[in-house]
């Protein structure tokens, strides 16, 4: 009948076929508009079908507008239907298999090169075994609503745990309204930067800095004013001469990429700053607890909490793939945020949001903290000693008290002309300052050396292939 | 010594409480710019501390620019501190515990209000053991690089999952290229609005639909062009009239909140539109698997896969708390999403990606839904049985065939004048059509009931509030 077959081997229903097919038949124009169909009862005789299959299909059909009944007369072909022009996508190539395979092969290739960028911390050594069942807990014992939308501004178990943790940690004092949790920091950038579109203008960097942050203020049309990074950070009295209101952004604890730490001074001077000019500072702390020698340095939100907003982040001290983040942000500013945290609509999974509150609650945050830092320095040391063994008096090491990253300077006059991009022909990849500066050429000795995703023998190799490339590129 | 005390009950470290005090005294000026410290041994032994711990402490206020040390001499209070201005803080009350107390009791009694609102699926039916069975299984034993950042597009497991699934319930055939990963469906709608910022300045909405699609698209300026929706769902012809380029937003499979089906000669319509204005459809495809007879409408993406962004969300046939759903995009958009999705710079948690893709592989979501079906004609039936009993022929019900809501409409003449924001007196929470709607007035003797996260006790009393709320208002 029509052509009709069916195909028992098939993954799908007898239904899903003959629909499939019906439809087909119709958007060709094989049947036609006002065509009346045999009964159901025929049709499934003739196919040896179940009746009932014949009427769950011709039910279907006639959802869908394909069909019509008419009572006491039979189903019909609806009017109305195009049947001139059949949209044939059905030769659409499901090519993609075979293509990904080639890139997985890429992949393999491109993992062999040694990253020594920064900012990744070691993904082996995420707590897989706790994680998971801090997850398995929540998603098995917490009430329902845990599965449903959720509060926009974050989970309040998380941000009750945060406010004590940061306490404890940082010595920040807030309470959960002013904590937002974001899927990372870069959400946190993205809402601050929306926050003030309508009222600043401008928004002072670093320079160097991380990129993905002049993107996000750079689309909003802010205009970007580098300030020169020194050896402890930011320069203070080069911001001081602009005497105008804006987003100062600063990544005190650490600077990256040039490891850095702003001396109280100039923190006292960048809080001076921005109450006169009305400014806000914008507090990047995204690996402050992985100094190596004493704890944390107390954030700039704690000098001055309502001229602060202090942007967090679960990825360097757990892992990006969780995607969890967070602000503190000034109590003054809490509406602004929650308006723009609706119209966005972007909500956090609060099921990990809660596991994360009861891991941190148990103490294994800290536990994964102290783990890493032990790990951390000894990759560093390891790192230093090799360095200076082969380079000498010709390098300087810089920015190595925190993190999982520190600069290596060459000698100006030496080094100067490297071509950092070819490094990738040596396996290795390194990303040098001139990437991460506004202002081009002054940088073009430094380099950033992450060590957070690699383990000794990768430090080992990875610093053989640098001095292979360093030597091969001086010589030319 | 300086009033220095240590208190070896407090849950901070002896060099956190050396710190913090050391540092207060500094800002205050009660220990002066230049002014010579102590040996730390003089400090340890006065303090009666471990010698060790008072180095610490002396290295981690260096570090952080409070104080200096020269060589042969001693340690000094830096210079350039600002000590006349201390900014306390530490006053700040960390209220919100009790504040919080009394937000819980009002959510309590929010708690005890039954809620219509339709798209919200049975939050206790969530598969919890199953799903947290996924989550430990791809934490535990995945590749490390889970835990990293991620292809900011999604994951390639979980896209190349989708194709084969959509395939198979949907008969969507695409290549895992053109699946991107977002979290929820709302995010779908934000990713595609920024697309077409720059090539678009209308975009057609369903009127009445709901209100978060109009904000995300007021807010990037586009002109919302209201199109009256029937019981056919979008009025075509009313589009047509236009004939200009824009995005169209439709919900073919089940119009939110009317319910209504696109049928097949309006699908190939509007489709024919897109065409030759070179626009582009938006479908939104929230629910449609929950099609309580037959199996799920085709989606317009399968009539023409170039014109049409397929929005979808795991929202509705798992969780909203998932935070996960995917765009099906024609190919020739892909760059753009790809450009969009790299500025804003937000991805999606690989591993509930995995978790999802091998839930989906084992067939996991086809049961899941399958249960919830059931689950859900059983609430509908009930629940319109309840309704006609009680009203009568004072009402008609539409939209009854998919998903987890109805449209409830009142006789006009008798029912236009309730105003349904006072049901909440009731212990009912009821959303008119009123408030979905663009032009006002038309809708008013029209409500939605929604019945995915009411229990059929629930669905008893909630009735009997609603025709208790109706009852009273009319004798007014």
Request: aromatic residues 12%; glycine residues 0%.
């Given at each position: 009948m029509f052509g009709l077959k069916i195909n028992r081997n098939l993954d799908l229903s007898l239904t899903r076929q003959l629909c499939d097919q019906l439809r087909e038949l119709i958007e060709k124009g094989i049947l036609k508009s006002g065509q009346r169909l045999p009964s159901t009862r025929k049709m499934a005789d003739e196919l040896q079908i179940s009746r009932n299959v014949m009427v769950e299909v011709y039910e279907q059909l006639t959802a869908e507008g394909y069909l019509e009944s008419i009572v006491g007369s039979g189903t019909y072909v609806s009017k109305n239907i195009v049947q001139d022009r059949y949209i044939n996508n059905s030769k659409q190539i499901i090519k993609s298999r075979k293509e990904k395979k080639i890139e997985e092969n890429l992949d393999i290739v491109n993992n062999d090169i040694i990253q020594f960028v920064g900012g990744i911390p070691d993904l082996k050594l995420f707590p897989r075994k706790l994680w998971s069942k801090y997850l398995k807990n929540t998603v098995q014992n917490s009430t329902a609503d845990i599965f449903g939308y959720g509060d926009i501004l974050g989970d309040f178990e998380l941000r009750k745990t945060l406010t004590d943790y940061l306490f404890r940690v940082k010595g920040i004092q807030c309470n959960p309204d002013q904590i937002i949790i974001t899927s990372g920091s870069s959400e946190g950038f993205m809402l601050t930067a929306r926050v003030f579109t309508n009222k600043y203008k401008s928004v002072f960097v670093e320079d160097p800095t991380v990129n993905f942050i002049k993107t996000i203020f750079n689309k909003l049309n802010y205009h970007l004013k580098p300030i020169t990074v020194d050896k402890d950070g930011m320069k203070i009295e080069d911001l001081e001469k602009y005497k105008q209101a804006g987003l100062i952004l600063l990544t005190p604890s650490h600077q990256f990429p040039t490891g850095s730490i702003l001396p109280i001074h100039r923190r006292q001077r960048v809080i001076q700053i921005a109450e006169t000019t009305k400014s806000y500072l914008v507090e990047d702390d995204y690996d402050s607890e992985f100094r190596l020698k004493g704890v944390p340095i107390p954030p700039l939100q704690v000098l001055n909490s309502s001229r602060v907003i202090y942007v967090s982040t679960f990825s360097k001290n757990m892992s990006p793939g969780l995607r969890l983040g967070f602000l503190v942000i000034p109590t003054d500013l809490i509406n602004d945020f929650r308006t723009v945290k609706n119209t966005l609509n972007i909500r956090t999974s609060t099921i990990k949001q809660r596991a994360m509150a009861y891991f941190i609650k148990d103490g294994h945050l800290d536990r994964q903290i102290y783990r890493m830092k032990k790990e951390y320095k000894k990759r560093r040391s390891y790192m230093i000693t090799l360095l200076s063994k082969k380079f000498g008096g010709d390098i300087t090491i810089q920015g190595d008290e925190t993190g999982m990253h520190l600069q290596l300077e060459f000698l100006p006059e030496k080094y100067?002309?490297?071509?950092?991009?070819?490094?990738e022909q040596y396996g290795i990849k390194i990303i040098s300052f001139e990437e991460y500066s506004l202002i081009k050429g002054e940088n073009k000795n430094k380099i950033v050396l992450g060590y957070g995703n690699l383990d000794l023998k990768n430090i080992k190799s990875g610093i053989n292939r640098l001095v292979e490339f360093v030597e091969d590129e001086i010589k030319e």
């Open positions: 100067n002309l490297i071509n950092w991009n070819s490094a």
